[in-house]
């Protein structure tokens, strides 16, 4: 039990330990399934304060670290060491390809790290793998193994609330990454909000796949298990990537009442996982099946409901959501209604299972308040007009890290007749009943002769245009054609279409059909025509690090002229 009210998370992992704390803290799946590895709070403690000495012998007190380590406990542990040490730890993506080697380098340099903690060889890899030689040569490594004998002294406890408790880099989706400064107070806030909201408490387990590194991943599992005291069983991303069915077999063996994914991740279980594996399955237990990384698909919700109702899943488990890093994460969920309403994009109310509306996504819990406004003229837009979504709250963060520019724009944003100090998170939206709908992205919005294409509505209407298009696999932006803006698609074929004939030609679909059975939905539902329809192979759609697809990284490759394209040529009609 905790004696006082804790001030970060830090004092409430100490009071656990006061309390002689020995219950499971983390499980981790390292094959996905079997080769559970556990560790109690106790442990914990024990190992983050041997890693915590370590990181003080080095001085990195008040110092970025980077966390340059895969999902697994020693993550977990270098995470809480930061903390003990007084360190700032960042959150990294170890790169796989030249996209993301970039970025990494983009972290290391806007951060000024001079400390990573990563396995011995993370280093070596790195500097044969492309990555800047200077900044990563330049890097002081602490090995997270290092064992718990080796402590020298205890480190001091951070001194206040208000300290920096984390580097949050985006996604990059939108530009290059910027480092968000949350406090130990924005953590604090927002995590009772998310326990507010899914009803979190001692005694359950929570658990998932997405990468620690992001912040969903990270704070909507790793802390706020530090928060509730709930149990976390957690697995690596590439598992559930391969095999999708150990995800919810995961769920189903230990019990677990919330996790997270976004839209692509229930959709694939549904395309992916068959009978046998669902014969296994038991979703009973699973209360809060949380979707907020993008605008959430009325479509996504009806077709896993209905695939796994006979597995136990109820449909009212689904919990829509919307956050963002500059908010900590969590802006708006469910509250007592679970069964959120859809409208179109002029607020009219659909039916419960029409699959073409815009999902809400609750409400804000606690302090935070929220603005529809005109971002042209800053004024607030009445209920059921699109507008820019603007926060205010304790969960907001202190800005962006050594850019004081870039967070002049967007956290310190002013209302007539507010005195409050409002974020501009760029998501356009609207609020019906007073609840948020999510339409899509400022710098997104397509405008063709005087009138606004959501970019979400279109790809809902490309998806559903043919069976050979891949879900989540469609990517609709604008380009200037000799002083026009010009709609064009981008669409993932689905890997049975596309697979390769003896002559290295792909088969199984109609390309020329199927683009024009696209451009005539496109035509007849938006009422724009597109310019280009280009076919993609399976898994050449650029994606962020949470698998979001990038519209910026697509429309920079279109005008690159780097996308893999489907062949032309030498397809077999499959659906004409």
């Not at 080697?101 to 990563?118: S, T």
């Amino acid at each position: 039990m905790i004696n006082q009210k804790p001030i970060t998370l830090v004092d409430i992992v100490h009071d656990r330990m006061d309390a002689k704390e020995d219950r499971i803290a983390f499980t981790f799946l390292a094959d996905g399934a079997a080769d559970a590895r556990s560790i109690t709070w106790a442990q914990l403690h024990q190992h983050a304060t041997a890693l915590a000495a370590s990181l003080s012998e080095q001085g990195a007190a008040g110092q970025p670290v980077l966390l340059a380590l895969p999902s697994g406990l020693a993550f977990v542990e270098s995470l809480l060491a930061c903390w003990y040490a007084g360190s700032i730890p960042v959150p990294v993506s170890l790169p796989r390809h030249q996209r993301v080697k970039h970025r990494l380098d983009a972290i290391i340099a806007d951060a000024g790290a001079h400390f990573a903690i990563g396995a011995p060889d993370t280093r070596e890899r790195l500097l044969t793998s492309g990555s800047d030689e200077k900044l990563v040569s330049a890097l002081s490594w602490i090995n997270p193994e290092r064992s718990a004998e080796e402590i020298k002294h205890s480190p001091d406890l951070p001194a206040h609330n208000q300290q920096v408790a984390l580097l949050q880099y985006t996604s990059g989706s939108t530009g290059s990454p910027r480092g968000v400064v949350v406090t130990h107070a924005n953590l604090m806030h927002n995590s009772a909000q998310i326990a507010e909201a899914c009803g979190h408490r001692p005694g359950q387990t929570i658990g998932g796949w997405l990468p620690l590194f992001h912040d969903m991943g990270l704070i909507g599992m790793v802390i706020q298990t530090i928060y509730t005291g709930v149990r976390c069983v957690f697995m690596p991303p590439e598992r559930f990537l391969m095999r999708p069915w150990l995800w919810l077999q995961m769920l189903t063996d230990y019990k677990i009442c919330s996790t997270t994914a976004p839209n692509f991740a229930y959709d694939l279980c549904v395309d992916k996982i068959g009978p046998e594996h669902k014969a296994s399955l038991n979703l009973t237990h699973w209360r809060n099946a949380i979707n907020g990384s993008e605008p959430v698909r009325a479509r996504t919700i009806d077709r896993f409901a209905a695939a796994f109702a006979n597995c136990g899943f109820r449909k009212d488990a689904f919990f829509p959501c919307y956050g963002l890093a500059e908010a900590t994460l969590f802006v708006t969920g469910p509250g007592a209604n679970r069964s959120p309403s859809r409208r179109t994009a002029e607020g009219i109310l659909l039916a419960d299972n029409d699959p073409n509306g815009h999902v809400g996504c609750g409400q804000t819990f606690d302090d935070t308040q929220l603005a529809i406004v005109d971002p042209q003229s800053r004024h607030v837009l009445p209920p059921e007009e699109i507008g820019e979504i603007w926060v205010a709250g304790t969960s907001v963060a202190r800005g962006y890290w050594n850019n004081t520019k870039a967070t002049a724009v967007a956290f310190n944003a002013h209302l007539e007749g507010s005195n409050l100090t409002w974020l501009r998170t760029g998501d356009l939206g609207f609020v019906a009943d007073n609840e948020l709908f999510i339409t899509g992205r400022l710098r997104e919005l397509i405008i063709i002769a005087g009138r606004n294409h959501f970019p979400v509505d279109i790809e809902r209407t490309v998806e559903s245009a043919d069976p050979a298009i891949a879900t989540s696999g469609a990517v609709a932006f604008s380009v200037d054609t000799h002083g026009t803006e010009r709609l064009i698609i981008v669409a993932e074929v689905q890997r049975e279409f596309a697979r390769p004939s003896r002559n290295g030609l792909p088969t199984g679909l109609d390309s020329t059909a199927v683009r024009r059975r696209i451009s005539a939905a496109v035509a007849a539902e938006n009422e724009v025509t597109p310019h280009e329809v280009i076919l993609l192979r399976p898994g050449a759609v650029p994606r962020t690090t949470s698998g979001k697809v990038s519209r910026r990284a697509t429309r920079d490759a279109y005008l690159n002229e780097s996308l893999e394209r489907l062949e032309n040529a030498n397809y077999a009609s499959a659906n004409t």
